[in-house]
DNA sequence: ATGAAAGCGCTAACAG
DNA sequence: CTGTTAGCGCTTTCAT
């Protein structure tokens, strides 16, 4: 059972091709009684459009590509969320494509993008250097969000270094003598952002050390950062934590370790994550508006498919929220 | 600047189209000379294959897109990492779509799946009478995963009821005298198993109270469903949750309360998320094999991809795991 | 081993 | 208002 093509329906309902290609796609002018047979064909015969055809023919299709660095952060997720509400209402539908912090699945979505002429594609880019090349070459509109690149583009950034400078006050302000940063890896400008927020906050109080180290941006990479840190000789008593998963790592060694939250240590960490005002104590975080982020990066993207953009790229920042729980404050012992 | 195509490259290396086409695709037989001219050619051209043609003309692609209900909730990004990891394996990009416990978004994205002809689909169905035809006329292989689909097809499953029961007789084993159960909506399978566990436990104990509530499968449903029951007349003293979002849902609205985990309530719910072990008192769970679920899924899938299965489908059945951590615990005040 | 040429299924000029 | 037809860019027989 070969699949039904338009020329099967044409000559069931005995019109051309083209006549039934314009009442399937709802063009003005056509004949309400030859619309009738057409669909009454196309329904009997059970037709199907071939949408890989008619992208090839039309040169554009109606999905967008989000390429986000990892699907098992709550931070990215809340994007995705806002991503597709403002798609959805446009009728465009969003592919989720998840990178996984790795380079080369990066690479490999871009390509998937750019050879399926996807409408356009939002990138969170694993690395500054990250080629998008082969999306302008296609003219494929692209709007990164959460870590820039060089090349200039739209963008939804947030202001990583400012929250990641408040945190850090904020820990000192309540009364911790030696706060650390566990950042994500070298190559994550969100990582160095917020590694430098942390240092302007040290310095702005002087003679504090600098404390830091870099890890995966994952559970394990904050477990792995804790260690390193609370073994070194003179450990920190305070930790600010690069992101949400990171956080979840350092939870677990400070308490393999059975330091009290609150008394040996204190913690804050990036990104309001579900859980974080229920984990214990309650945590206290620098939170991100991942929602809007998706939200005004889909908007951007859209205005640049329908062609209703400047010519220069625009940039949008957002701003981080203190959120202050139980996590970070001092009590003595 | 026109998109460079193949017949450019074709003519900058002074050969035809289909040598071209040939050297791109490592055919054998090409004359190593002009397979590096048309290598010179291309790159000196920037050619960049265009897979809509390619796909149009092979009928096929090497995507396969996986369809789940929800992106926020931890069960399914677990699920996406071993579809992933095996798909990446085999050389298969896999497209996430959110479908959002949303018919008609789903909807939307198996007839994306369908138009693109992807090589296969992997869904978590939002009902058992989600709509696949589509699928099967275009012979798109599909495997179901999570809940069942009326229609026999390849699935991987979990014994969602045997882990529903472990949980209620654990929590009347650890001393609850009236456990109740906050499960999903009626329409999903896995909300009615987890009850029927539910039923089956409390049933066997003999005169308890049969107190449930459904609610969607949502943090906020949780909280509902929580104050549903509490507010009743008379309520309960131990709560098994159907999925981690509720939980967090609930664990929100027991904080409200200021009931105290352990004494004044017992809680215990479906999937281990990461932050279960954190959250205070560390939450019990049975945990699903959701990275095994992916993996085995995209196994099946492939199979049916490469044509190496046989035609009757095959169901996968894993199992839970109960983990007994503290909210499920009873002490007395 | 290479090239010519026929489409894959659809849409959009262009004619009528 | 409808039909004819020329492709979209690529792969793949079929000849050579």
Redesign the interface.
């Known amino acids: 059972m070969g ?1 039904i093509k338009i020329i099967d329906v044409a000559r069931e309902a005995g019109v051309s091709t083209a006549t039934v290609s314009r009442v399937l796609n709802s063009h003005a002018n056509v004949d309400p009684v030859l619309a009738g047979r057409v669909r009454e064909a196309a329904d009997k015969l ?1 037709y ?9 023919r039309r040169q554009s299709t109606d ?1 967008i590509a989000l390429i986000i660095s990892d ?2 952060n ?1 931070f990215f ?2 994007i ?2 806002g991503v ?1 509400d403002i798609a ?1 209402k446009t009728g465009y ?6 990178a ?1 912090e790795d380079s080369s ?1 990066e690479a ?2 871009l390509a ?1 993008a ?4 996807v409408a356009g594609v939002i990138l969170s880019p694993h690395q500054a250097g990250t080629d998008v090349s ?1 999306l302008s ?2 003219s494929i509109p692209l709007v990164v969000i959460d870590r820039p690149l060089s090349e200039a583009m739209d963008s939804v950034m947030v202001h990583s270094r400012d929250g990641a400078r408040a945190a850090t006050n904020h820990l000192i302000d309540a009364g911790w003598k030696r706060p650390a940063c566990i950042t994500g890896p070298e190559e994550a400008a969100t990582a160095q952002e917020r590694l430098e927020g942390y240092f302007q906050a040290v310095r702005e109080h002087g003679n504090l050390d600098e404390l830091y180290v870099h890890a995966p941006f994952r ?1 394990h990479g904050g477990l792995e950062g804790a260690a390193r840190l609370l073994d070194s000789d003179n450990p920190p008593d305070a930790l600010f934590v690069a992101n949400a ?1 990171m956080a ?1 790592g350092v ?2 060694e400070v ?1 393999r370790r059975n330091l009290r939250i609150g008394v040996d240590i204190g913690i804050i960490s990036f990104d309001d ?3 974080a ?5 309650p945590m206290s975080v620098v939170a991100q508006p991942a929602y809007d982020i998706g939200a005004q990066a889909a908007q951007l993207l859209l205005q640049r498919v329908g062609g209703s953009a400047p010519i220069e790229p625009r940039h949008i920042f957002l701003s981080t929220t203190l959120i202050v729980r139980e996590s970070s404050r001092r009590h003595s012992a």
């Not at 199907?48 to 008619?54: E, S």
């Not at 005002?277 to 104590?281: D, G, K, L």
Request: hydrophobic content about 35%.
């Open positions: 699949t059970g199907r459009p071939n949408g890989i055809a008619r992208s090839l999905v699907v098992g709550p997720t809340a995705t969320r597709e959805q539908s969003v592919l989720l494509c998840n996984d699945k490999t979505y998937v750019e050879q399926s002429q082969a070459r296609a559970q998963q979840l939870l677990q308490k994550a579900p859980w005002q229920f984990v214990s104590p």
